[in-house]
């Protein structure tokens, strides 16, 4: 008697040859692995400090004082000082930086009577700048800076007691400045910032020495990028 073919051994042996093998199968996509890459992609870019942090500052000078080496003529009372003080900062890290600045600032003798302009004060200074956080967006701030100073010209500035036209011609000398404050980051990129201080500037020329010294107060904007 002829054996008839079974038609169900075939199609059990396409099912298997098309079947993949359970080797060949990808395992599902691990979401837990797939967030701890993220969260951990998103530290180290909170953690990579931000390269460059430019600044716009408005000084305010109180308590300012006026010297001179001329004979003995006593230390002079200034105007309140005005200034802005554009910067910027290269960081090192997250908590120090280095950079440049450079102040523009109006100060004049406090003359009983005499209407005195303000001489222009020109300060470039090499600085170096620290914060540290506080409390959520609060940080210390403090800054350090140097270098030369120019004190332009103006005939209408009044002289000097007991001296010529000092005050009226242009002068250079040095300068610096330091002070400690508080900033509050709005974001990444954005914080406000007030520091209170010490600014001194003298000049030398015509064998007299003359000095402006003053308290700023500073306040200004930060941005980071």
Same mark, same amino acid.
């Given at each position: 008697?002829?054996?008839?073919?079974?038609?169900?051994?075939?199609?059990?042996?396409? /099912?298997?040859?098309?079947?993949?093998?359970?080797?060949?199968?990808? *395992?599902?996509?691990?979401?837990?692995?797939?967030?701890?890459? #993220?969260?951990?992609?998103?530290?180290?870019?909170?953690?990579?400090?931000?390269?460059? /942090?430019?600044?716009? #500052?408005?000084?305010?000078?109180?308590?300012? +004082?006026? #010297?001179? %080496?001329?004979?003995?003529? *006593?230390?002079? $009372?200034?105007?309140?000082?005005?200034?802005?003080?554009?910067?910027?900062?290269?960081?090192?890290?997250?908590?120090?930086?280095?950079?440049?600045?450079?102040?523009?600032?109006?100060?004049?003798?406090?003359?009983?009577?005499?209407?005195?302009?303000? +001489?222009?004060?020109?300060?470039?200074?090499?600085?170096?700048?620290? @914060?540290?956080?506080?409390?959520?967006?609060?940080?210390?701030?403090?800054?350090?800076?140097?270098?030369? +100073?120019?004190?332009?010209?103006? $005939?209408?500035?009044?002289?000097?007691?007991?001296?010529?036209?000092?005050?009226? %011609? @242009?002068?250079?000398?040095?300068?610096?400045?330091?002070?400690?404050?508080?900033?509050?980051?709005?974001?990444?990129?954005?914080? !406000?910032?007030?520091?209170?201080?010490?600014?001194?500037?003298?000049?030398?020329?015509? %064998?007299? !020495?003359?000095?402006?010294?003053?308290?700023?107060?500073?306040?200004?904007?930060?941005?980071?990028?």
């Amino acid at each position: 008697m002829k054996a008839i073919a079974s038609p169900a051994l075939p199609l059990t042996l396409l /099912a298997l040859l098309a079947a993949e093998p359970a080797f060949a199968r990808k *395992p599902p996509p691990d979401a837990d692995a797939d967030e701890d890459t #993220e969260k951990s992609e998103k530290a180290e870019k909170d953690d990579k400090p931000s390269r460059i /942090a430019a600044s716009l #500052e408005f000084m305010l000078g109180l308590g300012t +004082t006026f #010297e001179s %080496d001329v004979g003995n003529v *006593p230390d002079q $009372d200034g105007k309140v000082m005005l200034g802005i003080i554009p910067g910027f900062d290269r960081m090192l890290g997250r908590n120090f930086g280095i950079g440049g600045e450079y102040i523009f600032a109006w100060a004049g003798i406090d003359e009983s009577g005499a209407p005195s302009d303000r +001489t222009l004060v020109m300060s470039p200074h090499l600085r170096a700048r620290m @914060t540290f956080p506080i409390w959520k967006g609060l940080t210390f701030d403090g800054l350090f800076g140097i270098g030369p +100073t120019i004190w332009t010209g103006n $005939d209408t500035v009044a002289k000097v007691e007991g001296s010529g036209d000092e005050m009226r %011609d @242009t002068r250079f000398g040095w300068s610096l400045r330091f002070n400690f404050g508080a900033g509050w980051k709005f974001n990444d990129s954005v914080a !406000a910032f007030g520091a209170l201080g010490y600014y001194t500037t003298t000049t030398y020329g015509d %064998d007299v !020495a003359l000095n402006f010294n003053t308290v700023p107060f500073s306040v200004g904007l930060r941005s980071q990028f």
